[in-house]
T-cell receptor, first 119, second 113 residues
């Protein structure tokens, strides 16, 4: 058990809809990361937050947004959903945001993901 | 050309064999290199992370980085059926003033008893 909790585990919805995925980081971790994993694209980094502030941005679509709350949990909002958004969405956390050469010097602990299916 | 190339496999070897998993990358700005293991229906689990060129060993796992060739490897000695999983390489660096994190496609590995 990584200590990172993601809810819900599965989500089924229709095109055009909006969903919210939730993540609680490991106790004591201040940084949260969101990823999308699909069969054709692999694991794609979306966005990182540290102590409530956006820290780094990856391949996140404008239809997607995220935030980190004062209690450090984070939410990923996906809107105007398309069939291609069907994927596993992972959250990870680390104690600190990582510096120097990037996020790699801070080990990230992953949750078990939310499987999103768009019908 | 993808920034990080990883052979997706699948790779199937007998128990006890030495496994070699590899990734190549194109941007010399990547500085930190990681290997993750992902079991089916689970999130990735960090196995190894390295900064400098050379070898880093942890039990049956050895991570190797060759920055001059832009090539990283993960070796698994005395492979066990429990090592059957997808292995992802990942790397980070400051590129054009921003932190960038990129994963390989993942290699699916099966260890046969």
């Amino acid at each position: 058990d990584s200590g990172v909790t993601q809810t819900p585990k599965h989500l089924i919805t229709a095109t055009g809809q909006r969903v919210t995925l939730r993540c609680s980081p490991r106790s004591g971790d201040l940084s949260v990361y969101w990823y999308q994993q699909s069969l054709d694209q692999g694991l794609q980094f979306l966005i990182q937050y540290y102590n409530g502030e956006e820290r780094a941005k990856g391949n996140i679509l404008e239809r997607f947004s995220a935030q980190q709350f004062p209690d450090l949990h984070s939410e990923l909002n996906l809107s105007s959903l398309e069939l291609g958004d069907s994927a596993l969405y992972f959250c990870a956390s680390s104690a600190h945001p990582g510096g120097g050469g990037g996020m790699g010097n801070q080990p990230q602990h992953f949750g078990d993901g939310t499987r999103l299916s768009i019908l | 050309q993808k920034e990080v190339e990883q052979d997706p496999g699948p790779l199937s070897v007998p128990e006890g064999a030495i496994v070699s998993l590899n990734c190549t990358y194109s941007n010399s700005a990547f500085q930190y290199f990681m290997w993750y293991r992902q079991y089916s229906r689970k999130g990735p689990e960090l196995l190894m992370y390295t900064y400098s060129s050379g070898n880093k060993e942890d039990g049956r796992f050895t991570a190797q980085v060759d920055k001059s060739s832009k090539y990283i490897s993960l070796f698994i000695r005395d492979s066990q059926p429990s090592d059957s999983a997808t292995y992802l390489c990942a790397m980070t660096g400051i590129i054009q003033g921003a932190q960038k994190l990129v994963f390989g496609q993942g290699t699916r590995l099966t260890i046969n008893p």
